[in-house]
């Protein structure tokens, strides 16, 4: 039995670290999201006098499969800054400012899955629950 123990154990360290390794996946698209929403890149140019005021820009960056919160982009570096398009709804479309300092035009796509969890929630909700069970140690501590 011990023998078999000092073999599964390394065995299920290495399975655990390869299971939450990171994954590099190739992307179906290029996409950036921004306040939730998806926008998939397009190979449209947007011309500079079609161009409003900036509405965001990418503050994190991965091409690990995933999902992640902010805005976020599979393509872009961080700080790449979108853009509404004029008299375009940014339920439409928005536009992207790339490197050469020209715009390309992301179309909606929907919401981004990754937004939908929120760790501020969570965080005050494990708060809760932990005072919670702190209070009842405490009052049955106290009855005795």
Do not use: C
Not at 68 to 74: I, L
Not at 85 to 104: L, P, Q, R
Not at 108 to 117: I, M, V
């Amino acid at each position: 039995m011990r023998k078999f123990l000092f073999l599964m154990i390394p065995l299920w360290l290495a399975t655990t670290f390869f299971a939450i390794w990171p994954i590099h996946a190739d992307w179906a698209y290029n996409f950036v999201v921004n306040d939730g929403k998806s926008y998939i890149i397009s190979d449209n140019r947007v011309e500079k006098e079609q161009i409003g005021s900036i509405i965001g820009k990418v503050t994190s960056f991965s091409d690990k499969e995933g999902t992640y919160s902010g805005n976020f982009s599979n393509h872009y570096p961080k700080g790449t800054e979108y853009y509404n398009i004029k008299d375009v709804d940014k339920n439409e479309a928005i536009a992207i400012k790339i490197n050469d300092g020209s715009f390309i035009k992301a179309n909606y796509e929907g919401e981004y899955a990754g937004s939908t969890f929120d760790w501020g929630k969570a965080l005050w909700y494990t708060a809760g629950l932990f005072l919670l069970v702190l209070v009842i140690v405490i009052v049955k501590n106290n009855r005795k």
